[in-house]
């Protein structure tokens, strides 16, 4: 399983801020004419971000027990030893609702109307192993904004029933169940714990891509050779930079190179499946209605 460090975990790091990273490619059905790649990334205490094959993070601030009413942010970036959030880093940008900018600039607008749902586990403290599930609409990208929370009441911003979920009925009960289920939460949510989007019946879910023969292809572009005026096709070139007079250099290389998603006839890009799966993480309630 190949692993990438991301160095010193701050928001200095321009490949994984804030993130200790672990990512896995599974390649053993990578085989004949429509290999499929499957891609998760795992997630430590100190999680920044996650991946749209695994909407998942870790709240930084610790949220209010259901006696606060009003409706809260729900940050990201786990155990971070920053003292108050950050505001750059696209903590939820795989969460639904996000925009999604990708390289080349915006790809997808915001939703903001459509209210999605969250279930997140406490790791820690006194209710450690229950879940609080809670409603959203706004996501963007660095934060959720809490519409409802599933609690005992209905006040302000807790609810009784959130989605097809009802406080102490069915699955979401707030006595501890099959699984290793510890109960609903309505308690202090400490730092670190653990978030999941989730279905309207509270079932999280996850999304794997299945990529067909040509499905992506590639090219290289070709720079000119040093001193002949931008004629030539060479697919490199050195580079040499100098300083105090030349005592001091360094050598380089550049190139140019490129991908994109294969399109057909129709200009439709229609050479890979998106499979979103249901999927029971430990502790969680059977979930069949």
Do not use: C
């Amino acid at each position: 399983m190949p692993r990438i460090s991301p160095g010193r975990k701050v928001d200095t790091n321009p490949l994984f801020p804030l993130e200790a990273v672990r990512l896995a490619v599974d390649v053993s059905a990578i085989a004949g004419p429509d290999p499929t790649l499957t891609v998760y990334l795992e997630t430590s205490a100190d999680s920044a971000s996650s991946s749209q094959s695994d909407p998942r993070g870790r709240n930084r601030a610790t949220m209010p027990a259901t006696t606060t009413t009003t409706a809260q942010d729900i940050t990201g970036g786990g155990l971070s030893q920053e003292t108050t959030p950050l505001t750059t880093p696209l903590y939820f940008q795989y969460f639904s609702n996000a925009a999604y900018i990708g390289h080349e600039g915006s790809k997808v607008v915001a939703d903001t109307s459509t209210v999605r749902y969250l279930a997140i586990k406490v790791l820690t403290g006194a209710d450690v192993g229950k879940i609080a599930i809670y409603s959203y609409q706004v996501n963007n990208g660095n934060k959720i904004v809490q519409v409802k929370r599933l609690g005992a009441s209905a006040t302000g911003a807790i609810a009784t029933t959130i989605g097809s979920m009802t406080y102490d009925t069915g699955a979401w009960t707030v006595a501890a169940g099959a699984n290793g289920f510890a109960g609903v939460s309505i308690g202090i949510l400490p730092k670190g714990s653990a978030i999941y989007e989730v279905n309207a019946k509270g079932v999280p879910f996850e999304r794997s891509f299945g990529l067909g023969r040509n499905a992506i292809i590639s090219g290289w572009g070709s720079l000119a050779p040093l001193g002949e005026g931008g004629q030539g096709g060479m697919p490199g070139q050195r580079l040499l930079q100098e300083q105090d007079a030349g005592r001091l250099y360094s050598l380089g290389y550049q190139q140019v190179w490129g991908a994109t998603a294969t399109k057909d006839a129709n200009a439709m890009v229609n050479g890979y499946v998106l499979i979103e799966s249901a999927y029971q993480p430990a502790g969680w309630p059977d979930i069949t209605a």
